[in-house]
């Protein structure tokens, strides 16, 4: 992490507005919106059992670079993807935000809380994690450097999280 | 609760052939007669020994609905015995892993070594002279057995010896061990848990879903490759793949005929593409095998086999590419999977870096091919409910599979070889 500066007028505000965007884009599964969000040199991160270690000896609920990120929403678009088909109903809240950091490289550091409830086949699922980004701010709007998705049980047998986090 | 002996209720109508009836999966008095037949009266896989490397590991794993704590003392003996005080019956160990001399029940203070003994009563004066702690252990699970690392173990009063009951499933332990260069695997990487809404039974061997509950992973892989004519022929009844019986309910499917590349976790360079001499830490991965194995060719034939030994160790093992998956029953209608990636010994570590990204693309929890499988099993159980025709048909290639030297008998990858070995297997113990 580069030295951190003071948090920019208007950033706070910013920031939240960009991720209550990318919640609507997840939980209405307009994968390539959302795709369109984030820069080539992404990772999408989901730990499994701890919030974190490396990657190169653990493995992941999901660990995405870019290129699979692409093959996950290309799947989740295609027939015949049976575990969203039909599609979950998703709500999610992303709240407690803060922004941690500004660098001089011109990423902002954020984290949240996110609470998630999903519906499929009748029944009721309530997901929380604690979520952190990195933004690259590109003045008008932001990009997903990378997004961490801390779930609270990512340590116990989880039913299907094929949608969008 | 024990049902008492003779007076056991058969199942074995529900069990023929060609066909078994739908109860089996969603009758919940089947179930508990299944935990207690099959769970707590048949050899059960419960751990691998790197989960308890160093002296004083522990682990606690669950048969059924019963804890039971693996450990190793400082002799480097591994012990299993239930989770259970034996003054008041509280759970001791309340940690899935770590590292201990000392259980302690926090009820009321009683304290076991790791190896079992009681070794401290608080208060033991206001027992009377009677009172022995040498006969107050932690209660040790009544079989216990290693092989190659693989730990197994049987709650019965009587069990066969291990090597009776692994059978013709032990070659195979023995070959997916030999991806890495010295036998060696460790179950290091963590855990992928998952759960479904459907019986346990359905986490079996099927080389007919393929095509179509894994419609979108051949779409990934034609859209990586481009499309192609011979696009699903590996899982169809064109197949030069096999389904195998291997006996006592073991079963594995071979796909060791055709280009293995229908299954996405097999992509990963390192695993299967092994003739495409790709990094340095492949140049290093294959010269250590090659070593050991005489020549490249001969390296190439083995980790073709070895990458994937699709083998089920009957009732609640699987061992599916580098996964070492683990069936634990719930209920009749809820099961939960869990799955470890086999992290090989004596190899560069991009070759097990890559391993776990592979593992993540098709067997991940949120990966592209395993939630299908899941999702499946949830609509199975769903569909079962309906049982005015109450058979389901396992007789694909009933007449065409034949016997081998390796396996009681082989059939095409589509055929229910695997599924009528299991349910063999299972009238057999649930008679």
């Given at each position: 992490m580069t030295a951190a500066?003071?948090?920019?007028?208007g950033t706070f505000e910013r920031v939240s507005s960009f991720l209550a965007y990318e919640a609507e884009l997840t939980d209405r599964h307009r994968f390539d919106e959302w795709?369109?969000?984030?820069l080539p040199e992404g990772v999408y991160w989901v730990p499994s059992n701890e919030e974190n270690y490396d990657p190169r000896t653990h493995l992941s609920i999901i660990y995405d670079n870019y290129e699979r990120l692409q093959e996950r929403c290309f799947r989740l678009s295609a027939e015949g993807v049976h575990s969203q088909d039909p599609r979950s109903r998703l709500c999610r809240t992303v709240g407690s935000v803060q922004v941690r950091a500004t660098n001089p490289d011109g990423t902002v550091e954020v984290g949240a809380t996110m609470v998630l409830v999903e519906v499929r086949f009748g029944v009721k699922n309530v997901y929380a994690a604690r979520v952190e980004w990195v933004l690259?701010?590109?003045?008008?709007t932001f990009k997903i450097r990378s997004k961490k998705v801390i779930l609270v049980d990512n340590d116990e047998p989880l039913g299907n999280v094929t949608f969008l986090l | 609760m024990k049902v008492a002996e003779g007076q056991q209720q058969s199942y074995t109508s529900l069990v023929r052939e060609d066909r078994v009836h739908?109860?089996?999966?969603?009758?919940?008095?089947?179930f508990e007669a299944e935990l207690e037949r099959i769970f707590y009266n048949h050899w059960v896989f419960l751990a691998h020994e790197s989960e308890i490397q160093q002296a004083g590991d522990y682990c606690v794993k669950t048969i059924g609905r019963k804890q039971i704590i693996v450990s190793r003392d400082k002799d480097g003996v591994i012990r299993a015995f239930f989770n259970r005080c034996r003054h008041r019956g509280s759970a001791v160990c309340s940690y899935p892993k770590g590292n201990a001399s000392f259980f302690r029940c926090p009820y009321h203070g009683w304290t076991y070594s790791n190896k079992g003994e009681l070794v401290g009563v608080p208060y033991q004066s206001r027992y009377g002279a009677d009172f022995d702690r040498s006969e107050l252990g932690l209660a040790k699970v009544p079989h216990l057995g290693e092989y190659r690392g693989f730990i197994f173990v049987s709650l019965a009063e009587q069990a066969p010896e291990l090597s009776e009951y692994l059978g013709r499933a032990a070659p195979f332990l023995d070959l997916f061990l030999t991806a890495s260069p010295t036998d060696r695997i460790e179950l290091s990487a963590g855990a992928s848990k998952s759960v479904f809404r459907g019986n346990w039974k359905f986490v079996g061997m099927d080389g007919y879903h393929v095509n179509f509950t894994h419609k979108t992973v051949l779409d990934l892989q034609t859209r990586a490759k481009g499309a192609s004519r011979a696009r699903g022929v590996n899982n169809s009844d064109k197949s030069p793949n096999e389904s195998w019986d291997l006996g006592n309910g073991h079963c594995r499917l071979d796909q060791s005929h055709g280009d293995p590349v229908d299954f996405g976790e097999e992509e990963a360079p390192g695993q299967a593409e092994?003739?495409?001499?790709?990094?340095?830490?492949?140049?290093?991965?294959?010269?250590s095998l090659e070593q050991r194995w005489g020549s490249?060719?001969?390296?190439?034939?083995r980790l073709?086999?070895?990458?994937?030994?699709?083998?089920h160790v009957w009732p609640n093992l699987q061992l599916i590419g580098g996964e070492v998956r683990v069936i634990r029953p719930i209920s009749a209608g809820v099961t939960e999977v869990t799955g470890y990636l086999a992290m090989l010994g004596d190899v560069p570590e991009e070759i097990n870096a890559r391993r776990i990204r592979a593992y993540e693309w098709f067997n991940g929890v949120a990966g592209f091919g395993s939630p299908d499988d899941r999702e499946i099993f949830e609509r199975n159980q769903v569909g079962l409910q309906a049982d005015q025709e109450p058979w389901i048909l396992l007789a694909r290639g009933q007449e065409m599979a034949e016997a081998s030297p390796h396996a009681e008998l082989i059939g095409n990858i589509t055929d229910e070889v695997t599924q009528r070995a299991q349910m063999r297997q299972w009238r057999e113990v649930m008679r």
């Open positions: 500066t003071a948090v920019g007028p795709l369109s969000l984030w690259l701010d590109a003045g008008d | 739908s109860s089996i999966f969603t009758d919940e008095a089947i092994t003739d495409v001499p790709g990094s340095e830490a492949d140049q290093v991965y294959l010269a490249r060719a001969a390296v190439n034939e073709n086999r070895a990458h994937d030994v699709h083998l």
